[in-house]
């Protein structure tokens, strides 16, 4: 059981970067994915999520209008793209699952963490 997020790298400050979250030894199919960051210094936050349910997302404030959640079952992945990047963006980037209500819905603890990729967006 495993996720690996990939994808991440240097970027400029308004550009754009798609990060993959694959699952192996399991499948993603009717589960929430989050996506979550570190800073540098910094505390992991939450950016956004997909639930396994109906497909909504829940992106954070930061991220709204810039950053989307989408996923495809069939290759087993859920994707971040994200768009008009700010330096503030800079950070690791991780994808993780949820453990609580059958880990279907953005909620509750996570179970499986991927082992996070680098984004950093300069000035």
């Known amino acids: 059981v495993q996720l690996q997020a990939s994808g991440g790298g240097l970027v400029q400050a308004g550009g754009s970067l798609r990060l993959s979250c694959v699952a192996s030894g399991f499948s993603l199919r009717y589960r929430a994915v989050g996506w979550f960051r570190q800073a540098p210094g910094k505390e992991r936050e939450g950016v956004s999520c997909?639930?396994?349910?109906?497909?909504?997302?829940y992106p954070r404030d930061p991220v709204k209008g810039r950053f989307t959640v989408t996923r495809d079952d069939g290759k087993n992945t859920v994707y971040l793209q994200m768009n008009s990047l700010k330096p503030d963006d800079t950070g690791v980037y991780y994808c993780a699952t949820y453990g609580s209500y059958s880990g279907t819905y953005c909620a509750g603890e996570n179970d499986n963490w991927g082992q996070g990729t680098q984004v950093t967006v300069s000035s």
């Open positions: 997909i639930s396994g349910a109906d497909g909504k997302t």
